[in-house]
């Protein structure tokens, strides 16, 4: 019997290769192959779809159709994000800061938000531990890079970008403080500007017309007075 005619040569041939091992061929004797550069949990999922690789003569071409996660796009009725739910409305996680932080304050500038003091404990039960440090997040890439801590810690101290300096204003140390910190933010490196004509901490501050603002707080008791830096801090 003639097996490359016949059927038993086929049968043998089909169980060796095995159905998975078959890549489908195009048209000019390529093949092709699936893609897909997302998160594994999120293939096939949602919006999110494999793309075609082809292959000719030995050599493969780049990924070509597929389809990743993107944020989530509410309103049209998609799972952009490709996890399994569409148009939510939820919050989501982003990258954590370096450390536990209460009390602190910060701003957002250029793509990056940046964050000064705070506390991450009490040093009895009325006071809390002031820390120096500070930090900003890249939105872009969802991570945190530290940057030159305050000249002095400060806890329940508020700021306010004008130009490209944020202006951190009073905050707590061993006491309440009308200091006020510049922070430059293209030389990352701090300077010390006129202090408040009171004491404040757990205040706002608000940039308005190029001047810096800021708002009650808690001084010697609880304020209502509102102080404003006697200058144009970011001249026209």
């Given at each position: 019997?003639n ?7 086929l049968?043998?041939l ?56 993107t944020?989530?796009?509410c309103g ?11 148009d ?5 996680e ?60 400060r ?19 061993s ?21 408040m ?12 017309q ?16 509102v ?10």
């Open positions: 019997m097996v490359l005619n016949g059927g038993p040569f049968v043998l089909v169980l060796a290769m095995g159905c998975g091992d078959v890549v489908p061929r195009t048209s000019d004797g390529g093949t092709t192959k699936p893609c897909y550069s997302g998160p594994a949990t999120t293939r096939g999922v949602g919006a999110c779809k494999d793309g075609v690789i082809n292959c000719a003569g030995g050599v493969c071409g780049k990924c070509v159709g597929e389809v990743t996660p944020d989530e796009l049209d009725d998609k799972d952009n994000d490709c996890d399994g739910k569409v939510e409305l939820g919050w989501r982003m990258a954590p800061m370096s450390m536990v932080r209460g009390y602190h304050c910060g701003v957002y500038h250029g793509g990056k938000v940046y964050i000064f003091g705070g506390t991450s404990n009490k040093t009895s039960k009325t006071d809390y531990k002031s820390h120096a440090t500070a930090e900003a997040y890249d939105m872009a890439t969802n991570t945190w890079s530290p940057i030159a801590p305050l000249l002095q810690a806890v329940g101290a508020s700021c306010a970008v004008l130009g490209d300096k944020v202006y951190v204003a009073g905050g707590r140390y006491d309440n403080t009308p200091s006020l910190q510049i922070y430059d933010i293209k030389k990352n490196a701090w300077s010390v500007g006129k202090p004509n009171k004491l404040r901490s757990y205040s706002v501050a608000v940039p308005y190029n001047k810096l603002y800021v708002v009650a707080g808690v001084g010697k008791g609880y304020l209502k007075s102080a404003v830096h006697p200058q144009a801090l970011h001249p026209r």
